[in-house]
């Protein structure tokens, strides 16, 4: 069994930076990714990144120039780094590891930011 738990996210005004945090515990016998996603009431969870199993990260194009995503894989944690938000990057973020062989899914609880003109 795998657990999540995100952290790091606040209240900030736009142009502002955060970096959240996921750690995850828990073993886990698949091969697997570690993605955000950003979840807005009312709306379908959108994705905004992910670390490939290989070491490959993919941003979507909307943050790709303002958000990284990193790992420290000895702490079991990955992290977004979020530069210049937006008042659209509100959200809840959430931490999902996925098994590449679609065996299952580990979702976090999530982690609230809210970005202010």
């Known amino acids: 069994q795998v657990t999540l738990k995100e952290s790091g996210g606040d209240s900030v005004q736009a142009g502002g930076s955060l970096r959240l945090s996921c750690v995850a515990s828990g073993s886990t016998k698949c091969e697997y990714d570690m993605s955000w996603y950003r979840q807005i009431p009312g709306r379908e969870r959108q994705f905004v990144s992910v670390i490939r199993s290989t070491g490959l990260i993919y941003l979507h194009t909307s943050v790709r120039d303002r958000f990284n995503m990193s790992q420290d894989i000895a702490k079991n944690t990955v992290y977004l780094e979020m530069n210049s938000l937006k008042p659209e990057d509100t959200g809840m973020y959430l931490c999902?590891?996925?098994?590449?062989?679609?065996?299952?899914?580990?979702w976090g609880q999530g982690t609230q930011v809210t970005v202010s003109e």
């Open positions: 999902k590891r996925h098994c590449i062989d679609y065996s299952h899914d580990w």
